[in-house]
C-alpha cells in the first residue's frame, strides 16, 4: 500500500550544529508534503511544507528539500538548539480526493527523534 | 480558545467498557480528523468530518468505533467494548477549509489505556 516511512533513526546532535532528517515515500501521487514536531505529551505542530511542483523551501531555520526522482524528503534545522528536540514526522497528502481536491488526509511516516545536546 | 482541545487528556479503562474521547476544534473550522497513534508510531487517519457530515470514516478500525460531529463543531469518539489493542493516543486535528492543503491544528491527544 501507499506509505510514508521514516527508518525510526535517532540522531542525536550538539547545540549549533545542522541537523538533517530524512524520510522515503512510496507514493507518486502525493502532492504535497508537511514536517511535524512532536514534543512529549503534545500533538504535532507543523513546521513546514512543500509542494510537489517544488524541490526546496525555507523557512525560519528550517528548510526542505523534495527529490521526487528518487522519492525522498528531508528536513535540515540549522543552529540545531535544546529546544529543538522532540520527534519528527514527515507526513504526505495528495490531491485526490472527490472533485480532484483533497480534503487533507495526511498519511505519517513513523517518526525520527531528535536530541539535541547543550 | 486558542487551539483544539481534547478531553479527558488521560484515560484508563477496562477491557469491555465503553469510552467516549471529546474534541473541541478551533472555533469557525470547517474541517475535523481524528487519528490513533500508537507508541512510538506515527498519526494514522481514522476519520474526517466536513462541517457535521462524517465524509470519510475508511481508517476506523472497527464496528466498535463510532464518531460523530452533530452539530458541526465538537466531536465525540466512541469505542464500545474497548481491547488491549484499542490503547493509544487518539489525535483530534481541525482547519479551516474544506480542500486541502490547509494546516491542521492537532490537540494535545488523549491516552487511553485499555487494562
Known amino acids: 500500500g501507499e506509505s510514508v516511512g521514516l527508518h525510526l533513526p535517532t540522531l542525536s546532535v550538539q547545540e549549533g550544529d545542522n541537523s538533517i532528517i530524512n524520510c522515503a515515500y512510496s507514493n507518486s501521487a502525493s502532492d504535497y508534503f508537511i514536517w511535524y514536531k512532536q514534543e512529549s505529551g503534545k500533538g504535532p505542530q507543523f513546521i513546514i511544507d512543500i509542494r510537489s511542483n517544488m524541490d526546496k523551501r525555507q523557512g525560519q531555520r528550517v528548510t526542505v528539500l523534495l527529490n521526487k526522482t528518487v522519492k525522498h524528503l528531508s528536513l535540515q534545522i540549522a543552529a540545531t538548539q535544546p529546544g529543538d528536540s522532540a520527534v519528527y514526522f514527515c507526513a504526505e497528502m495528495s490531491d485526490s480526493g472527490a472533485g480532484g481536491t483533497s480534503y487533507g488526509k495526511l498519511t505519517f511516516g513513523q517518526g525520527t527523534i531528535l536530541t539535541v545536546h547543550p | 480558545g486558542a487551539g483544539v482541545s481534547q478531553s479527558p487528556r488521560y484515560k484508563v479503562a477496562k477491557r469491555g467498557q465503553d469510552v467516549a474521547l471529546r474534541c473541541d476544534p478551533i472555533?469557525?473550522?470547517?474541517?475535523l480528523f481524528w487519528y490513533q497513534q500508537a507508541l512510538g508510531q506515527g498519526p494514522e487517519f481514522l476519520t474526517y468530518?466536513?462541517?457535521?457530515?462524517?465524509?470519510?470514516k475508511s481508517g476506523l478500525p472497527s464496528d466498535r468505533f463510532f464518531a460523530e460531529r452533530p452539530e458541526g463543531s465538537v466531536s465525540t469518539l466512541k469505542i464500545q467494548r474497548t481491547q488491549q489493542e484499542d490503547s493509544a493516543v487518539y489525535l483530534c486535528?481541525?482547519?479551516?477549509?474544506?480542500?486541502?492543503?490547509?494546516?491542521?491544528?492537532f490537540g494535545p491527544g488523549t491516552r487511553l489505556t485499555v487494562t
Open positions: 468530518f466536513q462541517n457535521e457530515a462524517q465524509l470519510d
Open positions: 486535528a481541525s482547519s479551516l477549509l474544506e480542500r486541502g492543503p490547509y494546516e491542521q491544528y
Open positions: 472555533s469557525g473550522h470547517v474541517s
